[in-house]
């Protein structure tokens, strides 16, 4: 079975960067969209960002568009998030998840329903 480990949370001042990362066990088929999400206290999931590892396409959520990077190092096989210009509503758990290629062409991605692998997550706190 894939498995997805995050670091680089932390807590950090308004304005200022982390470097998430998810090293993932195995790269598959089945793993070549991968994606960050997050949850914040009392709120419901939110999609942040995924890449197609094998083509490079991305997608971000509106609220993060120009201040995160998702970005992915195959021959490391890891995933990473540059968080940028971070705002106290950044707040939240962070998670990696893994699909098949084709939830990065879908429009539904952010919901992370179809992304069968998840990590365990990482903190990241902006005060």
């Known amino acids: 079975d894939v498995q997805l480990v995050e670091s680089g949370g932390g807590s950090v001042q308004a304005g200022g960067s982390l470097r998430l990362s998810c090293a993932a066990s195995e790269y598959t088929y089945t793993t070549n969209c991968m994606g960050w999400f997050r949850q914040a206290t009392g709120k419901e999931r939110e999609g942040v960002a995924s890449?197609?590892?094998?083509?490079?396409?991305?997608n971000y959520a509106d609220s993060v568009k120009g201040r995160f990077t998702i970005s992915h190092d195959n021959a490391k096989n890891t995933l990473y998030l540059q968080v940028n210009s971070l705002k106290p509503e950044d707040t939240a758990m962070y998670y990696c998840a893994a699909s098949s290629w084709y939830n990065c062409y879908s429009g539904s991605w952010a919901t992370g329903t179809d992304f069968g692998y998840w990590g365990q997550g990482t903190q990241v706190t902006v005060s």
């Open positions: 890449i197609y590892t094998g083509g490079g396409r991305t």
